[in-house]
Structures are given as C-alpha cells and as structure tokens.
C-alpha cells in the first residue's frame, strides 16, 4: 500500500508541479477552459495505472517460464532498519489522516443540509434550479449533487438584475458542467494523499481555475459595460475565500484580480483541444508509471510485461546480519507454486550460494508474496533472489558471465 502511495504520489507531483509552475504561460497560451480541463489528467493517470493493475490479459499464458532476478540490497536493508517510524506505523498514520479527511468531508455534508434548512426561497429571478437565500453566507454558491440548488446571501436583490442574472448563469454552469461531481473526486483524491503538500496547493489552483473557467463563459457574449457590472457583482463577494468540497465558491478575494484581468482575454473554446491536452498530459504521465508491479526496476521489467501472473505485493528479504559484517553476496533460486488467489504455496530451494545463508530469509519474504488472481495460478513458478551488499555506481560497466 506504502509503496503505491508513493510510485503514485511522485508522479502526481510532477503533473501538479508541471500545471502549477506553468500556470500563468498555460492560461495565457490556452486559456481557461483548456487549463481547467488538464487537471483532469490526473485523475485519469490513476484510472489508468488501476486499469493496468486490474485488467487480466486474457491471451496470455499462465505458466510463468521465465527466471525471474530480484535485487535484494545490503544498504536498503540497513535504511530500513534506521528509519523512525516503521510501515506499520507509517501505515496507521496514513490511515488516521485519512479517515480524518473524510470525516471533514461528512461533516461539512451535515453543516450545508441544515443550511439549507433554514433557507427562504428566492423568486426574483426564474431558472430550471431552485433558488434560495441565507443570512449567513457571503456569496453565491451552488450545492448539492443529487438535488442542487443555488444560494444566494441576504442583500442580493440589491444588485441590477444584469448583475443577478449573471451570477446565476454562473453557477448553472457549474451545473452544467458538473463540477459539483468533481469538486468531490478532486477532494477525495486529496484525501487519499493528505500528506503531500504539493497536492494542496495543486487542489486550490484546481478550485480557482473552476471560477476562472465559468468566468469565461459567462462573459464571452458580454460587452465592456456588461464586463465591469459583473466585475462589480465579483467584487461585492469577494471576501467569500472558504472553499467548500459540496459547494462552488463564486466570491473568492484572494484571484479577484486574476478574475478580472482574465475577461480581457478571451479564447475560444474546443472540445477536441479539451479531450487532446487531458489525454495528451495524462498519456504522458500514464507512461512515467511503467514500474515493475512489485519489487525493483531490474531485470524482472521486460518479463513482466509479458506475464498475466504479476506479483502484487513483494516483501523484501531481510539480509542476515551476519552476512552483512561479513560482506558476503550471494543468491538464492526458488521454485514455487501460485494459487488461483494469487497466494504462493510449496516454496523450495533450488539452488543457493553460499549454501544456508541466504535460504531462510528468501524462503520467509517469498512466502508473503502475493500474485495477480487468476483462473488456473501456475505451477513450477522460479524466481532468484540477488543478495547484494550495495547497488553498483551508475557508471560502473556491469557484464554478466556466466559458467557452462
């Protein structure tokens, strides 16, 4: 779980860093409807690497052939020994941050119903989307997803009725557009990788360039005296900063300005550049996640491609204590069983040296792996287990001899 998080985490915070870095020459070359539209490469890369994990290859052979090598590291061992906190306890405090994050989320689901509540009905103006009003709130919102609504704060009549009809055609394109539904998938997202900053920041950009998205809708067909009576109506709500996950957030002081300079630019907008870019960014980081399902990146990538049967989950083999102060290499050949559940059954040695060494903790750590479900498992599985004492450096010529 530990080590998904992480291949799926460093690769999020390049798209992110990419979108966040670039986000004033992306906006400026596409657009806003074009920039908001790339954040949904991210949630597409994830539904990618799943599809890739998940999706069995039907054509292929059960029976895995090939000898399959697998480093084991004196010095990855030696780290993780050192570490502060061990995966376990790392795995609880992921667990804790993330139930926590949902609990924020069912929460404020709680708070927003009994706001509704206590709303009074709004019927100035007359749309397909029930329009309501509270004291309490400082500007225009859309919220719920199975029966959304439009709340508007207390004072809103006051405004021209240009002004009012603007505002509300910019919340029904959020509804239009669903961003209610994906406020809530970018959320959950956020939730499931709380610990990384980057992915905070990347989730405020996403929920502005929403504003900045419907903005530019809105105000494609408005002329200029139209544009600075809605600029108005956005500065009136502008000291609504709060973001909601259930609610879109119209007033928002700390992009007014962005906002503002945005609707002197305007650019078309285009389903196919839209589908183009998400798939374009999302493709790209779908092919950074070529990692090998379980273990390193060494000699077992180019098998596993071919394989249905993967492993999942691979436990890395302690390396003994005693052949590390002895500075001792060595290896072990395993054959073994997997069942139709992806459980390793009847390990056995085939091979070791130093004989005995290395044995008892490959046998251990192979016993724990697990493997992709399939119809029939395989039979006679083997797979080498390399104990090294440190990785070669990345400029030492590496040639493998081997006796006859």
């Known amino acids: 779980m530990l080590n998904w998080l992480m291949e799926q985490t460093i690769l999020i915070s390049l798209i992110c860093a990419i979108l966040l870095v670039g986000h004033k020459q992306i906006l400026k070359l596409f657009g806003a409807h074009h920039t908001y539209a790339l954040w949904l490469a991210i949630p597409m890369l994830l539904l990618g690497s799943a599809i890739i994990h998940l999706v069995p290859n039907l054509l292929s052979n059960s029976r895995i052939t090939q000898l399959e090598h697998y480093r084991v590291l004196a010095d990855r061992t030696l780290a993780d020994s050192e570490l502060f906190l061990s995966t376990p306890t790392l795995l609880a405090i992921w667990t804790l941050g993330f139930a926590f994050m949902l609990m924020t989320i069912a929460v404020h689901a709680v708070r927003l119903k009994q706001l509704i509540n206590h709303c009074s009905a709004f019927t100035s103006i007359e749309t397909h989307l029930t329009v309501i009003q509270h004291q309490n709130i400082h500007s225009p919102m859309l919220v719920g997803l199975r029966k959304p609504k439009i709340i508007v704060p207390y004072g809103f009549e006051q405004l021209s009725i240009a002004q009012q009809t603007a ?22 997202l956020l939730s499931i990788f709380w610990f990384n900053p980057i992915c905070w920041l990347a989730y405020r950009r996403f929920r502005d360039d929403q504003e900045l998205a419907c903005d530019a809708q809105i105000t494609t067909s408005m002329n200029t005296d139209e544009k600075i009576a809605y600029s108005r109506a956005l500065l009136t709500y502008s000291q609504q900063a709060h973001i909601g996950m259930l609610h879109t957030h119209y007033g928002n002081k700390n992009i007014l300005k962005e906002r503002i300079l945005q609707m002197k630019k305007q650019h078309e907008k ?135």
């Open 167 to 188: 505002v509300i055609e910019h919340e029904l394109y959020h509804h239009r557009r669903g961003d209610i539904g994906m406020n809530l998938i970018a959320f959950s």
């Open 270 to 404: 285009s389903t196919l550049a839209i589908i183009g870019l998400t798939l374009g960014l999302g493709f790209s980081g779908l092919m950074l996640n070529q990692q090998v399902q379980a273990g390193d990146n060494h000699d077992s990538t180019h098998a596993a491609k071919k394989q249905q049967i993967y492993p999942l989950t691979r436990v890395e083999p302690k390396y003994p204590k005693a052949a590390i102060e002895a500075k001792q290499n060595g290896f072990v050949q395993l054959e073994f069983d997997i069942k139709k559940s992806g459980a390793v059954a009847n390990v056995s040695v085939i091979k070791s040296s130093p004989k005995d060494v290395f044995d008892k903790q490959a046998v251990k750590a192979l016993k724990q792996w697990t493997y992709k479900k399939s119809k029939q498992g395989a039979k006679g599985v083997q797979v080498q287990l390399d104990f090294v004492i440190d990785e070669p450096a990345a400029d030492v010529e590496r040639i493998k001899v081997t006796a006859k």
